[in-house]
């Protein structure tokens, strides 16, 4: 069993940055490939990125590639989401996404997820 936490979320300007954590407890953090998913008012779950259990492989939606960039530390059981160069269409809900399999957590399909934090870009 694994519990996830997001935070980091806020208000930024267009054309800022902002750094999201998912802290994991509960089990071995460094066993699980994490996702990271998006969803604003009205609209469906959108893919962000991915990155698998040792943190060699990474993935990312093409609507946010080169500008957001996810990484981990499983020695504090916490994957990062930097975001650079926001735009307001990057406004959503942020959650992370957890599971043993890579390709469960590219899809949305993981066991575990956060609560979410909210990130608006004003324009």
């Known amino acids: 069993q694994v519990q996830l936490v997001e935070s980091g979320g806020g208000l930024v300007q267009a054309g800022g940055s902002l750094r999201l954590s998912c802290a994991a407890s509960?089990?071995?953090?460094?066993?699980?490939?994490v996702g990271w998913f998006r969803q604003a008012p009205g609209n469906e779950r959108e893919f962000v990125g991915a990155?698998?259990?040792?943190?060699?492989?990474?993935y990312y939606a093409d609507s946010v590639k080169g500008r957001f960039t996810i990484s981990r530390d499983n020695a504090k059981n916490t994957v990062y989401l930097q975001a650079n160069k926001l735009k307001p269409e990057d406004t959503a809900v942020y959650y992370c996404?957890?599971?043993?399999?890579?390709?469960?957590?590219?899809?949305?399909?993981?066991?575990?997820w956060g609560q979410g934090t909210q990130v608006t870009v004003s324009s």
């Open positions: 509960g089990s071995t953090f460094s066993n699980y490939a």
């Open positions: 996404n957890a599971d043993a399999t890579m390709s469960a957590v590219g899809e949305g399909r993981g066991a575990y």
């Open positions: 990155i698998s259990w040792a943190g060699g492989t990474t």
